[in-house]
């Protein structure tokens, strides 16, 4: 049931001793690097007084844009020649964000998918069919060679194109998928469409989520339609990207691997540590890396570590799923609100489809949200009376949790615009 049962489920003090070691090491390179060996100049860090894992805290923060500044090499610990690979973000704004890695890198990547992946009950009997973007995105070379590595027979699909999609899951008969939360849902009604029951006609028996904040209720209804076991997978490029974070078979929180990172809460206002079990920033420093080390990065996303063991016996301590980022929280007459807060009403309400929304607008002093929401089809169809009722049962429901009342918008299956990669869910049309 382990890749890895030594390091999966060694005591907590082998493995800070383990993290401290390699953190050394990791300092040691790090300081090779235009930014890190100038930063410590300036700081006059002496990378010996960090002595215990609590003296991270002094090691300075690294923002996105500290390697905007730098872009593309001025976080390179090694000659370019030491360098097989470059992935970047897929940010929206500003320069996307490069990384590179040694063979060795993609090689510590590539355990840790596997590991993940295997964790969960994935095996060499297995066919995974991987409908993530490839080429610079993470998370399709990162899956594929993952589950190459454990041995499972892989279908590289890529992204969109969904009769095509089906047609692979039933001629090769896949039983393990990596899809985008979002596309699950879309892919969900391009099944209802061609009039094929994935339980009854699918060999599917689980799926990685990631890429995109979903939430359990979201989870629960791609797991309904699908018959398949979902289990959420985090990360970012700036770490690698997926396999950084993943859940196990317990389905609650994601184990973060801290053999290959340093994991960190913190109050994003004061920049100050948290204990576990409060919400915060996460924080994190890669242990491996050798062709670019980061320190203490700065996710922006909003999560807690969860305190207490996990009952599957591993040690690594575990997030739960992401709340949001920082950049993502909108402030709408002086309350803040995430749109994964949108998503989990919407989602208890029967009746509403596969896609919504959120559009911010400023009339006057005003600020005014308008959710569209896309609803089944039937809704359409005769009496509107039944509309409106879920109209308003929609608006309620969402005043009860973000404190103001929207406008609400349904529309009809498949007329909101949907993408293949992340979905975008909020347009923000005020001006400053
Ligand atoms: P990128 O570096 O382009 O791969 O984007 C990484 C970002 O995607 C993270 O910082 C998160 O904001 C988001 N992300 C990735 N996986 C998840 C997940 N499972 N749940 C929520 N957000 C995620
Ligand atoms: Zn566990």
Request: charged letters at 30%; aromatic letters at 8%; glycine letters at 8%.
């Amino acid at each position: 049931m382990y890749w890895d049962q030594k390091i999966e489920t060694m005591e907590r003090g082998e493995l800070e001793k383990l993290q401290l070691a390699r953190l050394g090491r990791t300092l040691e390179r790090a300081k090779q690097s235009e930014h890190y060996g100038r930063l410590f100049g300036q700081m006059k860090l002496a990378t010996e007084k960090i002595r215990t894992l609590a003296d991270v805290q002094e090691l300075p923060l690294t923002t996105k844009d500290d390697l905007r500044e730098l872009w593309p090499y001025g976080f390179l610990a090694c000659s370019r020649d030491e360098l097989v690979r470059m992935h970047s973000s897929s940010g929206t704004t500003g320069r996307a964000t490069v990384i590179f890695h040694t063979a060795s890198d993609i090689a510590a990547w590539t355990d840790l998918l596997a590991r993940s992946m295997y964790m969960t009950g994935m095996r060499r009997s297995d066919v995974f069919q991987n409908m993530m973007t490839y080429g610079l995105f993470t998370g399709g070379l990162g899956f594929h060679y993952g589950a190459e590595k454990i041995g499972a027979l892989v279908i590289p699909a890529g992204a969109g194109n969904s009769k095509r999609q089906i047609q692979l899951i039933r001629d090769f008969e896949t039983t393990a998928v990596h899809i985008i939360p979002s596309y699950a849902l879309h892919l969900s009604t391009v099944f209802e469409e061609t009039g094929c029951d994935p339980r009854r006609d699918t060999k599917l028996r689980l799926a990685f989520l990631g890429a995109e904040p979903h939430s359990e209720k979201m989870r629960r209804k791609i797991e309904a339609f699908y018959g398949f076991k979902a289990f959420n997978s985090y990360g970012l490029s700036e770490m690698n990207g997926p396999g950084m974070a993943f859940e196990c078979p317990e389905q609650n929180g994601m184990h973060i691997w801290e053999d290959n990172f340093i994991v960190e809460i913190i109050d994003p206002e004061t920049l100050k540590p948290l204990p576990d079990g409060e919400e915060g920033e996460l924080v994190t420093t890669t242990l491996l890396r050798e062709g670019m080390p980061i320190l203490r990065y700065r996710t922006k996303d909003l999560t807690r570590i969860i305190p207490g063991p996990c009952p599957c016996g591993r040690t690594h301590r575990r997030i739960e799923r992401i709340k949001g980022r920082t950049d993502d929280m909108m402030i709408l007459k002086g309350v803040n609100i995430f749109p994964i807060q949108i998503e989990k009403k919407l989602m208890e309400v029967p009746g509403v489809g596969t896609n919504f929304l959120i559009i911010l607008d400023r009339e006057g002093y005003n600020d005014q949200m308008t959710v569209k929401v896309e609803v089944r089809k039937e809704y359409f169809g005769g009496d509107l009376s039944q509309l409106e009722t879920l109209r308003r049962r929609i608006v309620e429901e969402l005043k009860s949790d973000i404190l103001i009342s929207p406008k609400v918008d349904l529309v009809e299956p498949d007329s909101l615009p949907k993408s293949e990669g992340k979905a975008k869910r909020v347009i923000d049309n005020r001006k400053d």
